[in-house]
C-alpha cells in the first residue's frame, strides 16, 4: 500500500495489455493481469468465481471473473461510493473482502481530506506527513453472495487515533486480529511498523493502547528507503501485511510489503508465528535475510509488493496477486497487477518466484 495513492486515480498509463489465451484453446498468460494501472490487488475464491478488490481510490470496486489470469473482461461493479463529509470520505485503499462470522466483510483505509492535512497538523510531524489522517474502516454485506449482497458503513476500527493503513485480518486459535501498517506515535511520520490488536468482533478491536503490540519495524537496509539508509526514517516502511497459512503443515506467516511503495526496491518480507499468542512480540520470527520476493531486473521487474493470495480453481496450486511496474521512474502511477504461482520449501515456508511477464501456463483447473 502507498503513501499518495491520489496519483493513481489522477494518472493514466499506457500498460502491457494481459495476453489470456484460454478461450482460443491455449493454456498459457502473461502478465499484468489486468491492462489498466492498479495496486494493492486482493482477490480470493468463492463458489467458482474469482472475486478481485484493488485502490481505486474514490470508492470500493469488486471485480468477478471465472479466471484468474484475465480481468479485462471481468463483471466490475461498484460496492461503496462514500458521501463528502465523513472520515472515510476520500483517499480509499487497499480494500479487502473477508467471509467472517458467516457475513461478508470489507476492512479498508480512508481518510476525510484528501490526504492533505492542515499546517496546524502537519508541523507536529518529524517529517512531511500527508497520511496522519488516514484510519481502518468497516462495510458489512448483508447477504451470502458477495455479488449480490449490499454492504454498508459499519464502523471505524479503533487504532486509538493514529495513522493506519493497510489493516487486514489474521485468524488463529478461534480468536481474530487486526494487523496493520502503524507509527510508534501519532505525529511520528515514519517509520511504518506493524501493528497487531485483538478483535472482539470484525469491526470492534478489543485490547487498549497499552495492549496494542509492534511486531516488526523496518530495521533491515532493504526495508528502507533508500536502500540501507543509516538516518532519516522517512518512508521506511512494513505495510501491506497479510495472512499465508501452509496447507499441508498449517504453519502461519505474514507476507508484508517493505521499503517505499513507488520505489524499485518495494519488496515482500515474511514474520512467521513461531510461538501460541499473536499477541506476543516474541512469538514472532521474521525472516531477516533479506526479501522473499523481490524486484527483477533482467525482466524489468521492478517494485514487487502488496501481495494476496489464493489457489488455482482445482485447489492443486497456491498463487500470489501481487502490483510491480516495469518503469520504477514513474512511481505510483507505473503499477500494474500481476499473479504467478508459488510453492513450499521442505521447511514449510513459502517459496516464491521471481517475478516476471510470462508466458506461464495457466493455474491448474482453469
Not at 458489512?140 to 487504532?159: H, I, M, N, R, V
Not at 506493524?194 to 532493504?222: D, G, H, M, Y
Not at 499465508?244 to 517493505?258: H, K, R, W
Request: glycine share 6%; charged share 15%; hydrophobic share 30%.
Amino acid at each position: 500500500m502507498a503513501i499518495l495513492h491520489f496519483l493513481l486515480c489522477c494518472v493514466s498509463l499506457a500498460s502491457l495489455a494481459a495476453s489470456q489465451n484460454y478461450t482460443n484453446g491455449t493454456t498459457t498468460f502473461t502478465n499484468p493481469i489486468l491492462s489498466a494501472t492498479g495496486a494493492d490487488p486482493w482477490v480470493i475464491r468463492h463458489d467458482g468465481y474469482y472475486y478481485m478488490t484493488y485502490t481505486t481510490n474514490d470508492n470500493i470496486t469488486l471485480l468477478r471473473s471465472t479466471v484468474l489470469t484475465q480481468w479485462d473482461d471481468a463483471e466490475t461493479k461498484a460496492l461503496f461510493t462514500p458521501s463528502p463529509g465523513f472520515n472515510y470520505s476520500t483517499d480509499l485503499w487497499a480494500p479487502e473482502m473477508h467471509y467472517l462470522s458467516d457475513k461478508w466483510y470489507i476492512i479498508f483505509t480512508a481518510d476525510p481530506r484528501s490526504d492533505s492535512p492542515p499546517p496546524e497538523v502537519d508541523m507536529y510531524c518529524d517529517f512531511n506527513c500527508p497520511a496522519v489522517h488516514h484510519r481502518m474502516f468497516v462495510l458489512e454485506g448483508d447477504g451470502a453472495d458477495p455479488w449480490t449482497a449490499t454492504f454498508t458503513y459499519k464502523s471505524q476500527l479503533d487504532t486509538y487515533d493514529q495513522f493506519a493503513i493497510d489493516g487486514t485480518y489474521f485468524q488463529h486459535a478461534d480468536s481474530l486480529y487486526h494487523i496493520y501498517s502503524c507509527w510508534y506515535r501519532a505525529t511520528d511520520a515514519w517509520p511504518a511498523n506493524l501493528c497487531i490488536t485483538k478483535l472482539a468482533n470484525p469491526w470492534t478491536v478489543s485490547s487498549n493502547f497499552s495492549e496494542r503490540q509492534i511486531i516488526s519495524v523496518p530495521s533491515n537496509p532493504w526495508e528502507k528507503t533508500p536502500y540501507g539508509r543509516p538516518f532519516n526514517d522517512r518512508l521506511s516502511s512494513n505495510e501491506g501485511p497479510q495472512q499465508l497459512t501452509n496447507p499441508t503443515t498449517g504453519q502461519n506467516f505474514v507476507i508484508y510489503s517493505a521499503a517505499r511503495s513507488d520505489n524499485r526496491n518495494y519488496c515482500l518480507g515474511q514474520l512467521e508465528l513461531v510461538g501460541d499468542d499473536p499477541m506476543n512480540p516474541s512469538d514472532w520470527r521474521k525472516n531477516n535475510q533479506g526479501c522473499v520476493f523481490y524486484q527483477n531486473p533482467g525482466e524489468q521487474a521492478y517494485g514487487v509488493g502488496h501481495a494476496s493470495f489464493v489457489q488455482s480453481p482445482d485447489g492443486s496450486e497456491d498463487w500470489i496477486v501481487y502490483h510491480g511496474m516495469r518503469d520504477p521512474s514513474n512511481g505510483w502511477a507505473a503499477r500494474t497487477i500481476r499473479t504467478q504461482r508459488f510453492t513450499w520449501n521442505d521447511d514449510g515456508t513459502p517459496k516464491f518466484p521471481r517475478p516476471g511477464y510470462g508466458p506461464y501456463q495457466v493455474p491448474s483447473g482453469q
